[in-house]
């Protein structure tokens, strides 16, 4: 069996995280994105053609999910930046820092 030591498995699981957030982060701004550059020519259609009411109800209710997710996302980000800054911290000063006064 293989076995790896645990300073290895703590450099796999911070890598891990990293990579994982980084591609969540270029979703999310490839998501926002998309929802600049389609934004106008929808408001454009809507405008020129007699929508109807149910169309925009959905149309509004994929914003919002949109939106809700993102904050979702920031919650997500701000919830594992501590935890990252104190692997990082742990890897760099070792088990226990000594804090200066």
Known sequence: MLSIPLDNYLLIIVIGG???LIITTMVYIGIYLA??????PIQVLQVQQVAQSG??????????????????Y????LCYLPFLICLVA????????????
């Not at 929802?35 to 106008?40: A, E, L, P, S, T």
């Not at 925009?56 to 994929?62: C, E, K, P, R, T």
């Not at 742990?90 to 006064?101: A, D, N, W």
């Open 18 to 20: 990293n990579v994982g």
């Open 55 to 72: 169309e925009v109800a959905i149309f509004s209710s994929l914003v919002k999910s949109a939106v809700g997710t993102f904050y979702v």
């Open 74 to 77: 920031l919650v997500f980000l």
């Open 35 to 40: 929802g600049i550059r389609h934004k106008n």
């Open 90 to 101: 742990k890897e760099m000063y070792g088990p226990s820092i000594v804090l200066k006064r």
